[in-house]
């Protein structure tokens, strides 16, 4: 059956590019701590997730407007809406006709929406929240974040990742064409792979059969953050 085929498809697929698309914490980010700040208990694995636990009912709600107002609670939103936009792309290739194609889409996000409500993920990460920081954190992560530097990072930090990754990548990828070029001599296949370098004159490409370029793609365009960096949280008393 081709829908069987493209479902198959489309969960071998899916994993890769959402993934991918997650951005790594940033060191003070909401909800997770330097290393430094981290314990590990006697006898415990540090390998092993901590043991969680929810948090009283008045912590928990100081953890909820956090997560509203760092834009933290849209995460699981944003996670819905990749996978969805990924299964379309995928089942789009056998699916031909638009309307059959709507008809799919519109079942499955009924159905995966009933079976991973984007609400579940904000409910999953209040107790990693409550695990790491005590209510004076949260309360002087709210403060910061409620005044107007907290709210200019929320509005710009999006912006600042992306540019920052962007850079990175670029540099990363002259430097390693530098480096392949420089050992282009001692391996002379690599001469057929690489771009030409800027001034110079092309070189033939390789026949019919060569294997793939290894000219640069342009730097991926990286997501929003699910929330900004924190500033140090206030010490434990």
Excluded: C, W
Excluded at 8 to 14: H, K, N, P
Excluded at 98 to 117: T, Y
Excluded at 212 to 230: D, E, I, K, N, V
Aim: hydrophobic share 35%.
């Amino acid at each position: 059956m081709r829908f069987s085929i493209g479902i198959l498809a489309a969960a071998a697929l899916i994993a890769g590019p959402v993934l991918a698309q997650t951005p790594a914490p940033a060191p003070h980010q909401p909800g997770v701590l330097p290393p430094s700040r981290l314990t590990n208990p006697a006898g415990t694995d540090p390998s092993q997730p901590p043991a969680l636990e929810k948090p009283d009912p008045a912590k928990e709600a100081a953890i909820r407007h956090l997560m509203d107002i760092t834009q933290t609670s849209k995460l699981g939103e944003n996670i819905t809406g990749a996978i969805t936009a990924q299964v379309r792309q995928v089942m789009g290739r056998s699916i031909q006709k638009p309307e059959d194609l709507q008809k799919f889409m519109d079942a499955f996000s009924q159905k995966f929406n009933a079976e991973a409500p984007p609400s579940a993920v904000t409910d999953a990460e209040i107790p990693v929240y409550s695990h790491y920081f005590s209510m004076e954190d949260i309360q002087g992560l709210i403060k910061f974040y409620e005044s107007p530097l907290g709210q200019r990072v929320v509005k710009t930090l999006p912006q600042v990742a992306q540019q920052t990754q962007q850079a990175g990548v670029q540099l990363d990828q002259k430097a390693a064409l530098d480096v392949l070029r420089s050992m282009s001599t001692d391996y002379p296949e690599l001469k057929q792979l690489l771009p030409p370098e800027q001034g110079a004159a092309p070189t033939p490409g390789p026949g019919p059969g060569a294997g793939p370029s290894l000219s640069p793609r342009p730097a991926p365009s990286a997501p929003a953050p699910a929330a900004p960096p924190a500033p140090p949280a206030p010490p434990q008393k």
